[in-house]
């Protein structure tokens, strides 16, 4: 087919220019017929010509929703291109009901959180969080019976074997760690395959040094981890957060962590930003940080690269990789 004609569509200016260095917007402009200056932040309000001439929509975070009267604007639209992740809050059912191809560059957003995750394990089973208050504090380093550290034969529990999830899971085999997974959608055999022994998320909770959670954000998953799981960790364990604050009762987690008895590592939190005075801000048995696992800085030009291959694969009449199905919504952030 000839060049394809890709409209931008995203927050604004500042996050086209996040994504496309110089690099990247060479490479859109070898691959397709688009106008880099033009950023469509609302559809109603943009250049009628450019949409209706439209065939790939390359779509960031901040894209406003494609619904049917956007699709009326836009009849020769084809391929929705995300360069991020879930593509819930923009994207329509009614997009696949009109045969509009969706692809998603979760599996490169997924990259950056898979490294953070591995790098937080591998720190928790060093007790650098409770080395650092130690050492800040002026106190004696304690006995290995006391506070034991080391990563070697210790158990790292993985709860949802999402794309990161899983990723974590292929990372840690490298490791002489015993792994678990709780998900209820695995099997045994199939969680064999990824490295590790499925359990129950109860016995993740009681087994697991490190327990790091991985699973969707679903009705049937906010709060899924209470008191009940948290009580249930070891002494001394690590609960790691990389996916939504939502999935863990946070009034739970917070009168777990006071007692000093575990630790805990969120990067997500709820309400997130989490209020000034928060009490887990004050918790030196506690690491917060920002929501800054996923894709930041240059790892945002990884997602672009992605979605650039998936238009040329639409421009080649080549199958695409990460295809979005209108089924998919419902497990979806």
């Known amino acids: 087919m000839s060049r394809p004609q890709v409209v931008l569509a995203m ?16 490479r859109l402009l070898d691959i397709a017929a688009c106008d880099p200056g033009l950023v469509v932040t609302d559809f109603t309000a943009a250049r009628r010509e450019a949409l209706a001439t439209a065939d790939v ?56 959180v898979v490294e953070f995750t591995l790098a937080q394990i591998i720190l928790a089973g060093k007790d650098v969080l409770g080395a650092t208050h130690r050492y800040a504090a002026g106190l ?37 760690l015993e792994r678990l997974l709780a998900d209820p959608t695995v099997t045994a055999a199939q969680a064999r ?10 016995e993740l909770m009681g087994r697991a ?40 009762d946070h009034q739970a987690l917070r009168r777990e962590l006071a007692t000093g008895r575990i630790s805990a590592i969120l990067d997500v939190s709820d309400p997130e930003p989490l209020e000034p005075d928060d009490p887990l ?26 979605a650039l291959d998936e238009v040329e694969n639409y421009a080649a009449a080549r199958p695409l990789r990460h295809p979005v199905r209108a089924t998919d919504l419902a497990r979806m952030a």
């Open 11 to 26: 927050q604004g200016p500042a996050m086209r220019d996040a994504l496309f260095p110089p690099r990247l917007t060479g």
């Open 209 to 248: 040094d490190v327990v790091s959670l991985h699973a969707p954000m679903l009705p049937a998953t906010v709060g899924m981890i209470g008191s009940r799981q948290l009580a249930a960790l070891k002494d001394g364990a690590t609960f790691i957060n990389t996916a939504r604050g939502r999935l863990v």
């Open 281 to 306: 801000f004050a918790l030196p048995n506690v690491q917060l940080t920002p929501h800054i696992a996923g894709s930041t800085g240059n790892e945002l030009h990884r997602m672009t690269a992605l």
């Open 140 to 176: 004696p380093r304690p006995a290995e019976a006391v506070v034991p550290v080391g990563n070697y034969g210790r158990t790292v529990g993985i709860i949802g074997a999402s794309t990161i999830g899983r990723g974590v899971l292929e990372r840690l085999r490298v490791f002489d």
């Open 193 to 202: 395959q990824l490295g590790a022994e499925r359990v129950g998320l109860d």
């Open 57 to 112: 929509l390359l779509t960031g975070w901040g894209c406003p929703r494609i619904d049917a009267a956007a699709l009326e604007l836009m009849p020769a639209l084809r391929l929705v291109a995300h360069a991020a992740g879930s593509v819930k809050a923009h994207v329509d059912p009614v997009c696949w009901e009109r045969g509009v191809q969706v692809t998603t560059a979760a599996a490169a957003n997924a990259v950056p």
